[in-house]
């Protein structure tokens, strides 16, 4: 896999945190969504809802935590497939603007590092 180097402060780790946060976020949706199906009666237990929840938003969470791994370790297709999914959450307005702009704002330019200054 291909590694860059970040020129603007360390971008790849904000990245990471951003993927994080949505990792953070689709569990407490998750959580949110069978406390509410719970308490308007729903003919399973709360464990049971729980678990369809999450196997619900499992994709999206192993996707992000997989994209938070990759821009950990600066790989470049980890940050090209960043930049998809956070144009298809630009669609769910407004948090998904509002998510996608810390990641859009600040424009990451990534370069291909100097294998001069590896020989030396």
């Not at 603007?8 to 949110?32: D, E, K, Q, T, W």
């Not at 969504?33 to 929840?53: D, I, M, P």
């Not at 307005?93 to 704002?105: A, H, K, Q």
Request: proline share 3%.
């Amino acid at each position: 896999m291909k590694k860059w180097e970040s020129t603007y402060n360390n971008n790849n780790l904000r990245l990471m945190r951003v993927h994080i946060g949505f990792v953070i976020f689709y569990v407490l949706l998750a959580m949110m969504y069978a406390f509410f199906a719970y308490g308007f009666g729903a003919h399973a237990t709360f464990f049971e809802l729980l678990v369809a929840c999450f196997l619900f938003f499992l994709p999206l969470m192993l996707l992000h935590g997989f994209l938070a791994i990759g821009a950990k370790n600066k790989v470049e297709l980890a940050r090209k497939i960043s930049k998809i999914v956070f144009a298809f959450l630009l669609l769910g307005f407004p948090i998904g603007t509002i998510l996608s702009m810390l990641f859009f704002l600040p424009k990451t330019t990534w370069k291909q590092p100097d294998e001069s200054a590896s020989i030396n």
